[in-house]
């Protein structure tokens, strides 16, 4: 009943967020997607809650829930340009929720992907791996939180002289304190439903472009990918990260192509925004995206203004979430100090330890044996692809180099964040980060002419018969 | 017809996928063992705290046997020491560690501290673990509390 109602809470939040931002896409996607953007708002309340210095009680997280979903669902936050017409109107509830059709060649690939999917979700709700990242901070607090009624509770009186993990991001505290509330007790079944909704998100965007076939193979790749599938189940940052930073990075290409809506942009920088309230570095490879605007926006002759506006507006909720999360949270909110200056490398210019790190992470993360540990063979398939949609076509699609730019973001990102943050080690914090890598390198190759082509193929072929039989 | 050649195309390359090289390896030992541990659950499935014990291990149940002992020897605002995880290591040769203090607390609510913690003169107990069996003594004096540190100075605390 509990877990009934929240998801009906996250649902209606975001789906409210959706029409407000007036985002437009395929019934199946948008539902998925109102989903995850009710979870990103729903976590932010407990901390917004401590903010305003009030206590962390039902009434108080579940009110603001239930507060917040109803605002955003009123016509009082309508933008006054929607009567206008002058995009398409958003989904309406009935259209998302019409029946679903499967073909019989989707199933296999469905079969599968339900059975990881449910033994995911019974891991998650039942039998809950915690790694020491998670139990020496975020958890902790959260569970203290829950008893104490406030996120600066008793667990600042221990010594914590042997881990930092308190200062991270209060995006975990906040859901773990909403799902404790309801009655889980290792809460964490929201990472669920961000797992099944990305899932399913997914499966629906590689349809667009490729034949059902070609896009359950792909999905199925990178879920089986075991590093990632753990952390299906497993709470910590780097999976949500990952996903909201996925989900930004294809709301900005979306906003610059044909499909393109205007609040689509800045629903890009929201998303953005939550992917850096989740890791704060993320602003870093945020920024690594504002080359990509100036150009589309030289190309379509933008005046200077409207570029740096642009710029700016992209950039402004994941300074904010920046802002919140280092500054505001650190600094002002817990009780304990943290000097951030003290964990950068001081020798930022030797460019030569810079180059290590990304043979490193070339070594390590993607040729070693290790690497297929890690990710199975989906970065390979993701560079056969790669070459084969080069060698073949000599050119790449406008999408498939978007997707390829995101792809090199992450990469040089990361190496340049573990340079920086000497305590990202390779192995560990930049091995997680890679998760935001897989999702660019899949629509990259839902993108790959090559593919298209293929799907194109036996799209036609198939169809052929149905036209055929159907006379 | 072209439907169901695709159906056996998209079957052969599930079963293909699960059944050879590294995914098969994965499939085995992850999915396949939770799927296997999920119908043995559903046969007999276990409390909160005996999900808690299977998850979180040996430093778990012997936070929890400290937390005990310390209820029933009602011991007041105890702040207890432990012994470094190098000294079971290297000195007794046993594969025992002891939660750092943030997990101590998250365990039990009660307060710990190691060997090389700011706060360490703060400890009143020492906990003391040797076949299993926990034992609690009393650090009475500062002085006492210095005679164990001494004693305990070459082994370097350790996650």
């Not at chain 1, 070339?362 to 070459?387: D, H, K, M, R």
């Not at chain 1, 790959?448 to 036996?458: A, D, E, G, K, V």
Request: aromatic share 14%.
């Amino acid at each position: 009943m509990a877990l009934t109602l929240l998801i009906i809470c996250h649902f209606f939040t975001g789906y409210g967020l959706l029409r407000l931002l007036r985002i437009d896409h395929k019934p199946l996607v948008i539902l998925p997607l109102a989903f995850l953007a009710g979870i990103a708002v729903d976590s932010l309340l407990p901390f917004l809650l401590q903010l305003c210095h009030c206590p962390l009680y039902p009434v108080t997280v579940f009110g603001s829930m239930g507060l917040v979903s109803l605002l955003l669902n009123t016509g009082w936050l309508r933008p006054v340009r929607a009567d206008r017409g002058t995009t398409r109107p958003s989904q309406t509830l009935k259209s998302i929720l019409s029946p679903i059709r499967i073909r019989s060649y989707e199933l296999p690939f469905l079969l599968l992907l339900s059975f990881l999917i449910f033994v995911s979700v019974w891991r998650c709700y039942y039998l809950p791996p915690t790694s020491r990242d998670a139990l020496s901070g975020p958890e902790a607090i959260a569970e203290y939180a829950v008893r104490e009624h406030t996120i600066a509770n008793s667990f600042f009186t221990v010594d914590l002289s042997t881990t930092n993990n308190q200062f991270k991001s209060p995006f975990l505290i906040g859901l773990q304190v909403i799902y404790k509330m309801a009655g889980f007790p290792f809460g964490q079944v929201w990472l669920s439903i961000v797992f099944v909704s990305f899932t399913c998100l997914l499966y629906q965007l590689l349809k667009l472009t490729l034949h059902p076939i070609l896009a359950g193979l792909l999905l199925l790749l990178m879920t089986m990918a075991p590093e990632l599938y753990a952390y299906s189940f497993m709470i910590l940052y780097d999976y949500s990260n990952m996903v909201f930073f996925f989900l930004g990075i294809y709301f900005l290409f979306r906003s610059d192509g044909k499909d393109g809506a205007p609040g689509e942009f800045f629903f890009a920088a929201l998303l953005m925004g939550v992917s850096t309230y989740i890791r704060s570095e993320t602003l870093v490879l945020a920024a690594f995206f504002l080359p990509l605007i100036v150009r589309k926006d030289w190309r379509n002759k933008k005046p200077l203004g409207k570029m740096v506006r642009r710029c700016v507006l992209f950039l402004l909720p994941s300074l904010a979430a920046y802002f919140l999360t280092t500054w505001l949270y650190i600094n002002y909110y817990l009780p304990v100090r943290y000097d951030i200056s003290s964990l950068t490398n001081p020798h930022l210019l030797q460019l030569s330890a810079l180059y290590h790190v990304y043979v490193n992470m070339v070594t390590e993360l993607v040729t070693s044996a290790w690497s297929l540990n890690l990710w199975g063979y989906f970065i390979f398939l993701w560079a056969a692809v790669f070459l084969a949609d080069v060698l073949v076509n000599r050119r790449l699609s406008r999408p498939a180099r978007d997707w390829l730019y995101a792809v090199g973001v992450v990469f040089f990102g990361l190496g340049l964040l573990s340079h920086i943050f000497p305590l990202m080690e390779v192995g560990l914090t930049i091995k997680r980060g890679f998760f935001k890598i897989l999702p660019s390198m899949l629509l990259s190759m839902a993108n790959s002419r090559l593919l298209i082509m293929l799907s194109t193929r036996m799209t036609r072929w198939e169809e052929g018969l149905v036209v055929r039989s159907g006379g | 017809m072209k439907r169901l050649l695709l159906t056996i195309i998209s079957t052969s390359t599930v079963l293909l996928l699960v059944a050879f090289g590294k995914y098969r390896e994965w499939f085995l030992d992850k999915p396949l063992d939770y799927w296997y541990g999920f119908c043995a659950e559903v046969r007999h499935p276990g409390s909160p705290e005996e999900v808690r014990r299977i998850r979180y291990g040996l430093p778990y149940t012997l936070s929890r046997k400290i937390q005990e002992a310390a209820k029933a020897g009602q011991l007041h605002d105890p702040v207890f020491l432990f012994e470094p995880n190098s000294f079971y290591h290297d000195s007794l040769h046993i594969d025992l560690r002891m939660p750092e203090p943030a997990l101590f607390y998250y365990y039990t609510g009660l307060q710990g501290v190691w060997m090389n913690s700011p706060t360490v003169q703060k400890a009143n107990y020492l906990v003391v673990i040797r076949k299993g069996e926990v034992k609690i003594e009393h650090i009475q004096t500062p002085r006492q509390l210095q005679e164990i540190l001494t004693r305990y100075r070459s082994f370097t605390p350790t996650l």
